[in-house]
């Protein structure tokens, strides 16, 4: 007979369930101002400390403070404000519109704003994100219409990509925004692509890969580090860690390796974690990260860690798998309160701007969804035409296809 203990299996479970009180009083969340920043071209094994804290500009009481401050001037950080502020107004009236049938999906990033935001601006013409269906705030950054990105949402007659692809799935090569894929992780590994093929030319332009913290469990995630890290790819690698994946919590996909970010390591990455409700400290990580990848320095793989406030999307619950009070309870705060209450601190900024500003807002985006509206949504209105099944797939229209359209009269 053996002595020998039963084997077992260890599956993470999150610390609190529905009808428990959050608490995140374990989580260590340093002080605005301490991490320090490394110079841009220092060795990926100089700073592995940075892929294990979180840097942080924003301080209790609205300043900027620390290395990582003073990346942006008040009229920047203003820009930022109102992108923000444009992103969580055009969520709230697609998801209302979502509920009132006029299209058949939605996905918010409640919570989440300034790290698009912040990045698209660390960006410069030409570079490419390859975004995960989070990152709207990419588009909205970039100026790309919010009409168009509704009558993408709607499938109208007017939709950019002519009914191809499921609302929220953008593409937008003018704006630097890949064609988004359902298949999760995809993209990650076509950033690894697109920057390989863009140095081969001896191109100036980067990639930035996006992908959330339950999608890091994909193989394509793993793969995009391994050539990354072989050819030292001109791309910036970003994790958006929310904390929940569908319905599960970040551990599962995390496992045993502490972060997110410091899976890096182990490839050879530089590798960073930043506060992703901080607008100024996620723009000063992009800009550093971005600088490193246009001065050939190689890769970086940079985790947000932000949550996400809404649910995964309308088609889920969180109710059933996380507290309801969890969302307030969270230790970052919000990235828009955050960002105003610097801004008011400096002077540059008021509670009534804001309230005015926010009213300009809610007009700009009533008066985009009621254009968009004009050319119909799902269940009403102008449709793509069933001509555009046939176009832009052949350079020459095989003659099967050829027959069909004659078939179909278009």
């Not at 580090?225 to 030292?232: D, I, M, P, Q």
Request: proline letters at 6%; charged letters at 25%; one cysteine or more.
């Amino acid at each position: 007979m053996s002595d020998d203990q039963p084997l077992s299996l260890q599956v993470p479970e999150p610390e609190v369930r529905p009808g428990g009180k959050p608490d995140f009083s374990g989580v260590t969340i340093p002080r605005a101002g301490t991490v320090r920043r490394p110079e841009v071209d220092a060795a990926p094994a100089d700073f592995r400390d940075l892929g294990y804290t979180i840097i942080r500009v924003l301080n209790r009481d609205g300043e900027a403070v620390g290395p990582w401050a003073g990346a942006l001037d008040d009229e920047q950080a203003l820009q930022g404000l109102r992108d923000m502020m444009k992103v969580r107004a055009f969520d709230a009236r697609m998801l209302m519109a979502q509920r009132q049938g006029k299209t058949s999906f939605y996905m918010q990033c409640l919570g989440e704003e300034a790290i698009a935001c912040a990045f698209q601006h660390a960006l410069s013409p030409g570079d490419m994100n390859f975004p995960t269906y989070r990152q709207q705030g990419l588009l909205v950054a970039g100026g790309y219409p919010l009409v168009d990105m509704m009558c993408q949402i709607y499938s109208n007659e007017r939709d950019p990509l002519h009914g191809r692809q499921l609302p929220i799935m953008y593409s937008s090569k003018d704006h630097g925004f890949f064609s988004i894929s359902g298949n999760l992780g995809t993209q990650y590994i076509q950033a690894v692509g697109w920057a390989m093929a863009s140095a081969i030319k001896g191109d100036t332009r980067i990639a930035a890969g996006w992908i959330g913290d339950g999608s890091t469990a994909e193989s394509d995630f793993h793969a995009a580090l391994v050539f990354a890290s072989t050819y030292k790819a001109p791309v910036v690698l970003n994790i958006v860690n929310n904390q929940w994946a569908i319905s599960t919590f970040q551990g599962i996909a995390k496992g045993g390796s502490g972060t997110f970010a410091a899976r890096g390591h182990g490839f050879g990455i530089p590798s960073l974690r930043v506060d992703g409700n901080d607008y100024l400290a996620v723009f000063a990580v992009a800009r550093w990260a971005i600088e490193r990848a246009r001065r050939n320095l190689g890769p970086t793989l940079v985790e947000y860690v932000t949550y996400r406030v809404a649910a995964h999307s309308t088609s889920d619950d969180p109710s059933a798998y996380r507290p309801k009070e969890e969302s307030d309870a969270r230790p970052l705060g919000d990235p828009i309160e955050r960002l105003k209450n610097h801004l008011i601190a400096k002077g540059a900024w008021s509670e009534d701007r804001h309230r005015q500003f926010a009213a300009e807002v809610e007009a700009e985006v009533m008066a985009a969804q009621k254009e968009a509206e004009k050319h119909g949504t799902l269940h009403s209105g102008g449709k793509p035409s069933v001509r555009d099944m046939f176009e832009g797939v052949y350079k020459e229209m095989p003659p099967h296809l050829r027959r069909q359209r004659q078939q179909a009269g278009v």
